[in-house]
C-alpha cells in the first residue's frame, strides 16, 4: 500500500483501476534500427489498426452526432492512406534506419507544420488532423491501444496534467476518478470534473508503474492510495454508502420551489457544457441552464462547428429543457481553452490575452455565425444569450448591434425566431464589476463569473498550480465586487445571477440571499444541495 496526498478539487471517493494518460509525444525516442523492412511492416500493421479503429469512431460518431459530423473521421482515414504521407514514413525509416514512431511522429509534425502555413483554410484546418492521426498511429506502435477515449472499463484517469480538450474526449461512463500533478481548483479541468460529478486531486506525482493498479480517490481528504489494504477498502466504501445517503435525502427536494425563508423566489440553474449535460441538469431538477459554455462544441471537433452544427445542439439543449431559460454564453476561446484551427497564436500572458468576446469582436464571421445559430434556436424554446469577458460599454454597444444586423439578416430570410431574446453579460472582470451600474441600463440581466473576476481581481492565473493556496475566492474584494455587481445591476434594471464555481459553494450561500442574487447557476450535481442551503435561509 502506498498514499499519496494533493489537493481535492472534486468530492467523493472512487475505487477502481488506473490508467495513466501520457501523451504520445512525451514517449517518442529516436532509435536506431537494422532492419528497415520490418520497421515499416511494423508501421504497416499499426496504421490498419489506426483505420479500422477510426471506422468504429465513425460509426459511433454517426450515431451520436450525425453523419456530417462523423465525416472528419472518414478524412482521417484516407489521410493515413495518402501517398505523400507514407512516402515520407519510409524514407525516415529507410535512409535515417530509425524506428517506426520516430518517422510517424516526425512526418506527423512536418505536415502538421506545412499545412498549417497554407493560405487556403480548408488545409490549414488539416494541420491538426494531421498531428492527430500520427499520434494514434504512434500511440499504437507504443504499445497502447491507440484510442485514449476507448475503455473497457471505468478507470481513474491519472496525468501530468489535463488540458479540457483532452478532458471532454473521455467517454463519461468510463471514468472514476481524476488524478493530476499540475492544474488548479478553477481550472477548466476541474471545473469538468466538477460538471461530471467526479472525485478528483490535484497535486500528484505520478509513477508510470501505477497503470492498471487498484486505488482509492478520496476527493474530500485529497488522497490517492495505491493497492489499499481491506481495512481502507472498507473505509472507502463507508463513505460511498454515506455519499449515496446524503444525495438520497437532497433527492427529496426534487420538484420544491428553490425560495428563501423570506420568500425570495432564486432560479436555481445549472452549468453545462453540451446536449450531453441536459439530462443530468433536468434529473437534477435544474430550473433552467444559467451558463452553457457553447465553447465546447470548437474544442470537440477538428474545424469550426458551421451553422447548421450549433444550431442544432443549441436547439436540443433548448427543446430538451422545455420551455425553461437556457442562457446560451457565446464563444470563450483562449487562455486554457485552445483550438489548434482557430490560430489564435502564441502570448506571453494569454489569461490576459486575445480571447472571449475579443475574438469575437474582431472576427465577426464566427460571432455572427454563432449568434445566427443561436437566434435561429431561439423559436424551439427560451433562449438567452450572454457574452464574456466584458470590460467597457463599448463592447457591449458593439455586440448589441451585431445582434441587430444577424437579427435584420434573418427577418430578411424569413427565418423564425424569437424578437425579444433576453441579452447579458458575464461580469468576469474587475472593470466591468466597477462599471456596472452603466452597463446595466444596456443590458437584461448579469452572470458573475468568480472564477475569473478572482484571478483578475488577486491577479492570480486560475492556471498555476503554484498559487493555488492563495487564489482565494472569498477574498473581501472579490465578494464587495460581487455585492457592489448585484446591487448597481438592480440599480439599472437588470437581474443579476452567478455562474462562476462559487455559485456551488454553500458556505456562501447565505450571504449571496443577503447581497439579494437573483440566481445561481451550478454544476448540475450541486443544484440539491444549494436549494438545501436557499430553503434553509
Ligand atoms: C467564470 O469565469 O467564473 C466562468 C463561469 O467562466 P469560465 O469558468 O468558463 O471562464
Ligand atoms: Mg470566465
Same mark, same amino acid.
Given at each position: 500500500?502506498?498514499?499519496?496526498?494533493?489537493?481535492?478539487?472534486?468530492?467523493?471517493?472512487?475505487?477502481?483501476?488506473?490508467?495513466?494518460?501520457?501523451?504520445?509525444?512525451?514517449?517518442?525516442?529516436?532509435?536506431?534500427?537494422?532492419?528497415t523492412?520490418?520497421?515499416f511492416?511494423?508501421?504497416e500493421?499499426?496504421?490498419?489498426?489506426?483505420?479500422?479503429?477510426?471506422?468504429?469512431?465513425?460509426?459511433?460518431?454517426?450515431?451520436?452526432?450525425g453523419?456530417?459530423?462523423?465525416?472528419?473521421? #472518414?478524412?482521417?482515414?484516407?489521410?493515413?492512406?495518402?501517398?505523400?504521407?507514407?512516402?515520407?514514413?519510409?524514407?525516415?525509416?529507410?535512409?535515417?534506419?530509425?524506428?517506426a514512431?520516430?518517422?510517424?511522429?516526425?512526418?506527423?509534425?512536418?505536415f502538421?507544420?506545412?499545412?498549417?502555413?497554407m493560405?487556403?483554410?480548408y488545409?490549414?484546418a488539416?494541420s +491538426?488532423d494531421?498531428?492527430?492521426?500520427s499520434?494514434?498511429?504512434?500511440?499504437?506502435?507504443?504499445?497502447?491501444?491507440?484510442?485514449?477515449s476507448?475503455?473497457?472499463?471505468?478507470?481513474?484517469i491519472?496525468?501530468?496534467d489535463?488540458?479540457?480538450?483532452?478532458t471532454?474526449?473521455?467517454?463519461?461512463s468510463?471514468?472514476?476518478?481524476?488524478v493530476t500533478?499540475?492544474?488548479?481548483?478553477?481550472?477548466?479541468?476541474a471545473?469538468?470534473?466538477?460538471?461530471?460529478n467526479?472525485?478528483a486531486?490535484?497535486g500528484?506525482?505520478?509513477d508510470?508503474?501505477?497503470?492498471g493498479?487498484?486505488?482509492?480517490?478520496d476527493g474530500?481528504?485529497?488522497?490517492?492510495?495505491?493497492?489499499?489494504d481491506?481495512?481502507?477498502?472498507?473505509?472507502?466504501?463507508?463513505?460511498?454508502?454515506?455519499?449515496?445517503?446524503?444525495?438520497?435525502l437532497?433527492r427529496?427536494?426534487?420538484?420544491?420551489?428553490?425560495?428563501?425563508?423570506?420568500g425570495?423566489k432564486?432560479?436555481?440553474?445549472?452549468?453545462?457544457?453540451?446536449?450531453?449535460?441536459t439530462?443530468?441538469?433536468?434529473?437534477?431538477?435544474a430550473?433552467?441552464?444559467?451558463?452553457f459554455?457553447?465553447?465546447?462544441?470548437y474544442?470537440?471537433?477538428?474545424?469550426?462547428p458551421s451553422?447548421?452544427?450549433?444550431?442544432? +445542439?443549441y436547439?436540443?439543449?433548448?427543446?430538451?429543457?422545455?420551455g425553461?431559460q437556457?442562457?446560451?454564453?457565446?464563444l470563450?476561446?483562449?487562455a486554457?481553452?485552445?483550438?489548434?484551427y482557430?490560430?489564435?497564436?502564441?502570448?506571453?500572458?494569454?489569461?490576459?490575452?486575445?480571447r472571449?468576446?475579443?475574438?469575437?469582436?474582431?472576427?465577426?464571421?464566427?460571432?455572427?455565425?454563432?449568434?445566427?445559430?443561436?437566434?435561429? +434556436?431561439?423559436a424551439?424554446?427560451?433562449v438567452?444569450i450572454?457574452?464574456?469577458m466584458?470590460?467597457?460599454?463599448?463592447?457591449?454597444?458593439?455586440?448589441?448591434k451585431?445582434?441587430?444586423?444577424?437579427?435584420?439578416?434573418?427577418?430578411?430570410?424569413?427565418?423564425?425566431?424569437?424578437?425579444?431574446?433576453?441579452?447579458?453579460?458575464?461580469i468576469? =472582470?474587475?472593470?466591468? +464589476?466597477?462599471?456596472?451600474? =452603466?452597463?446595466?441600463?444596456?443590458v437584461?440581466?448579469?452572470?458573475?463569473?468568480?472564477n475569473?473576476?478572482?484571478?483578475?481581481?488577486?491577479?492570480?492565473?486560475r492556471?498555476?498550480?503554484?498559487?493555488d493556496?492563495?487564489?482565494?475566492?472569498?477574498?473581501p474584494?472579490v465578494?464587495?465586487?460581487?455585492?457592489m455587481?448585484?446591487?448597481?445591476?438592480?440599480?439599472?434594471?437588470?437581474?443579476?445571477?452567478?455562474?462562476?464555481?462559487?455559485a456551488?459553494?454553500?458556505?456562501?450561500t447565505?450571504?449571496?440571499?443577503?447581497?439579494?442574487?437573483? #440566481?445561481l447557476?451550478?454544476?448540475?450535481?450541486?443544484?440539491l444541495?444549494?436549494?438545501?442551503?436557499?430553503?434553509?435561509?
Open positions: 500500500m502506498q498514499q499519496f496526498t494533493g489537493k481535492g478539487i472534486g468530492k467523493g471517493v472512487a475505487i477502481g483501476k488506473i490508467k495513466i494518460f501520457d501523451k504520445s509525444e512525451e514517449k517518442v525516442r529516436r532509435v536506431s534500427v537494422e532492419d523492412a520490418a520497421e511492416a511494423r508501421f500493421e499499426a496504421k490498419a489498426k489506426a483505420i479500422e479503429q477510426l471506422g468504429v469512431l465513425y460509426e459511433k460518431a454517426c450515431v451520436e452526432v453523419e456530417e459530423n462523423a465525416a472528419i473521421f #472518414e478524412v482521417h482515414q484516407m489521410m493515413l492512406d495518402d501517398d505523400d504521407y507514407l512516402d515520407s514514413i519510409k524514407n525516415i525509416i529507410e535512409e535515417q534506419k530509425v524506428n514512431e520516430y518517422a510517424v511522429a516526425t512526418t506527423g509534425d512536418n502538421s507544420e506545412m499545412f498549417a502555413n493560405e487556403d483554410e488545409f490549414k488539416r +491538426a494531421v498531428k492527430d492521426i499520434e494514434r498511429v504512434v500511440r499504437i506502435l507504443s504499445g497502447s491501444d491507440g484510442d485514449s476507448s475503455m473497457d472499463e471505468p478507470v481513474i491519472v496525468a501530468q489535463l488540458a479540457p480538450s483532452e471532454v474526449q473521455f467517454d463519461k468510463k471514468l472514476l476518478a481524476f500533478h499540475l492544474g488548479s481548483s478553477n481550472s477548466h479541468t471545473i469538468l470534473a466538477r460538471m461530471m467526479l472525485p486531486i490535484i500528484i506525482e505520478f508510470k508503474a501505477w497503470d493498479k487498484k486505488a482509492i480517490v474530500y481528504k485529497g488522497t490517492l492510495t495505491i493497492d489499499p481491506d481495512e481502507q477498502l472498507k473505509e472507502a466504501l463507508l463513505i460511498r454508502e454515506k455519499d449515496k445517503e446524503k444525495a438520497k437532497l427529496t427536494l426534487k420538484g420544491k420551489p428553490s425560495v428563501t425563508k423570506s425570495k432564486i432560479k436555481l440553474y445549472a452549468n453545462i457544457k453540451g446536449v450531453n449535460d439530462a443530468s441538469a433536468l434529473d437534477n431538477d430550473e433552467g441552464v444559467g451558463l459554455r457553447s465553447e465546447f462544441l474544442l470537440e471537433g477538428d474545424d469550426f451553422e447548421e452544427t450549433q444550431f442544432s +445542439a436547439k436540443t439543449v433548448a427543446e430538451n429543457m422545455g425553461k437556457v442562457v446560451i454564453r457565446t470563450d476561446l483562449g486554457d481553452k485552445q483550438v489548434s482557430f490560430d489564435l497564436g502564441q502570448e506571453d500572458n494569454p489569461a490576459m490575452g486575445y472571449a468576446i475579443r475574438i469575437c469582436l474582431t472576427r465577426p464571421e464566427i460571432f455572427k455565425t454563432q449568434l445566427r445559430a443561436i437566434y435561429r +434556436a431561439s424551439f424554446g427560451n438567452a450572454m457574452f464574456p466584458i470590460i467597457s460599454l463599448d463592447e457591449v454597444l458593439q455586440c448589441k451585431i445582434v441587430e444586423e444577424v437579427k435584420a439578416e434573418l427577418k430578411a430570410e424569413g427565418i423564425p425566431f424569437k424578437e425579444d431574446v433576453e441579452l447579458g453579460i458575464m468576469e =472582470t474587475p472593470a466591468a +464589476a466597477v462599471i456596472s451600474e =452603466t452597463l446595466a441600463h444596456e437584461d440581466f448579469f452572470s458573475i463569473g468568480t475569473d473576476l478572482t484571478q483578475y481581481t488577486l491577479a492570480i492565473d492556471q498555476n498550480a503554484k498559487l493556496n492563495i487564489n482565494d475566492s472569498h477574498h474584494a465578494l464587495e465586487l460581487i455585492r455587481t448585484i446591487e448597481n445591476g438592480h440599480k439599472g434594471g437588470a437581474w443579476v445571477g452567478i455562474c462562476g464555481e462559487l456551488a459553494d454553500t458556505t456562501l447565505k450571504t449571496f440571499i443577503e447581497y439579494g442574487v437573483d #440566481e447557476s451550478v454544476s448540475p450535481g450541486f443544484v444541495s444549494v436549494r438545501n442551503e436557499i430553503i434553509n435561509n
